[in-house]
Structure formats: C-alpha cells, structure tokens
C-alpha cells in the first residue's frame, strides 16, 4: 500500500508542475479512488491513475499509468500495475503511424510480469467538435513469465494488436469513453475494454465511473479468464 500512495503523490506533483506552464503542448488527467469498509468486512481499496500528453506539430505521445490494490480482512487481494506509451505520426490528414509498448505487473493474475511492444498504422475514423474515434492494427511481440516460486514459464509470441478508442463528448459536462484492444498471438490472446464516463463537477474537477474487463485466453492453472472492476475515481485535468 505504501508503494501506491507514493506513486499517487508523486503523479499529483507531476501534474501540477506540467499545468503551471500554462499555454504548452502537455494534458492529461490524474486520478485517485479510495473506498474502504468496517464491520463484517474490512476493505480497503486505493486506485491511482494518470495519462499525460504531449503533442505538437504532426507528432503525439500519449503516457498511461494504472495502479490498483486492495486488502481484505488484513490480506492483499489485488495489487497491479500498468505502463504504457504511444507514439504517434500523423502523415495525412486521418491516418497516422503509431508505435506502442506497455509493461504490466499483476501478481494475482497468475504472471510475474507481461512486456508487449507494437507498431502499425491508424486512422481517424470520425471526426467532430464533440466526437473522435481512431483505429489502429499492426504487428507486434509479447513476453510474459508465469509467477511461479522455483521459476515461472516464459512465454514470447509474435502478435498482431487491433485498439479503438471512441470518445464521444455528450454534453458541456459529460464525456462518454470507449477503449478496446486486442492482443492476438499463437501462444495467447488478450483483450481489454475499459468504459467510462466523466462528469465534471467544477473546473478541472471531474468525477469518472469507469467498467474495465480483462480477458486472457489462456491463463495458468486456477485462474480466471477475465478480471472485471468497475472504479469510481476523482479526476483532477489540465
């Protein structure tokens, strides 16, 4: 737990650094959630997110940062983290080159670790004041180890990664988001969907109720296929 909150305070002082430069080609969102229970159940929960952008010219990078632990009845039940960064290069108008790497640390998933690195070519299907959607597809390779206490299976498959993200802005107040991704190899397949919606509450202050599944086709022995978590989170974006 300690380790989450260091990470949460250090994206707050991040954040704020970036947004006191005022007019700059930098955005982005940091996000906190905390719930915990007493009585029959004692619980606590912390999650911490953030996404930081830089973009200028015909160039964007785009930095996402997911945390996520949770202790029942005194036990870890939950602790994962999550890297990633895209790069992109828009070479026409609506269609651009990305380059994309992500690492993830998920301790009850079943795996120590899971790299991916990916590069293809996107298009921006839609294109309004109030809604976006791009596309993406390109080649790729994953490498997982399973957590095992003598030493885990490595696993290294060439993929080929498919992403949509549909934003779609409902109101002055309210935006709608849409994610999904596709890591198909030989060896495994895994998917992501996350569904959120952020209302904002007062200036940069927005409150985010977001619906993410985590699907892997094959996964080690007593493990489940998908981890599902619904988040509330207070969104702090500048």
């Known amino acids: 737990m300690p380790r989450l909150i260091h990470f949460a305070l250090l994206m707050a002082l991040c954040t704020s650094a970036v947004a006191q430069e005022g007019d700059s080609p930098w955005s982005g969102d940091a996000e906190l959630g905390f719930v915990a229970s007493e009585?029959?159940?004692?619980?606590?929960?912390?999650?911490?997110?953030?996404?930081l952008i830089w973009e200028e010219g015909n160039w964007k990078n785009d930095s996402q940062m997911q945390t996520l632990n949770t202790e029942s009845e005194g036990v870890r039940s939950a602790e994962r983290y999550f890297v990633s960064n895209r790069l992109a290069y828009t070479f026409s108008p609506h269609n651009y080159l990305f380059n994309y790497i992500a690492w993830e640390d998920d301790r009850f998933s079943g795996y120590k670790y899971r790299a991916t690195i990916a590069f293809g070519y996107g298009r921006r299907i839609i294109e309004q004041p109030d809604m976006l959607w791009d596309a993406e597809i390109g080649p790729g390779y994953r490498k997982a180890e399973e957590l095992s206490e003598t030493g885990g299976a490595t696993?290294?498959?060439g993929i080929l990664r498919a992403a949509s993200n549909f934003r779609w802005k409902i109101s002055?107040?309210?935006?709608?988001?849409?994610k999904l991704s596709v890591d198909h190899g030989a060896e495994n397949t895994v998917s992501k969907s996350t569904t959120s919606i952020k209302t904002t509450v007062k200036g940069?202050?927005?409150?985010?109720?977001?619906?993410?599944?985590?699907?892997?086709?094959?996964?080690?022995q007593d493990k489940v296929h998908a981890d599902k978590q619904t988040t509330v989170t207070l969104v702090y974006s500048f």
């Open 39 to 51: 009585g029959n159940t004692d619980a606590k929960s912390i999650t911490a997110n953030g996404s």
């Open 172 to 178: 002055p107040t309210a935006t709608f988001e849409q």
């Open 155 to 157: 696993e290294e498959d």
């Open 204 to 220: 940069g202050v927005a409150l985010k109720v977001s619906y993410m599944v985590h699907y892997t086709d094959n996964v080690p």
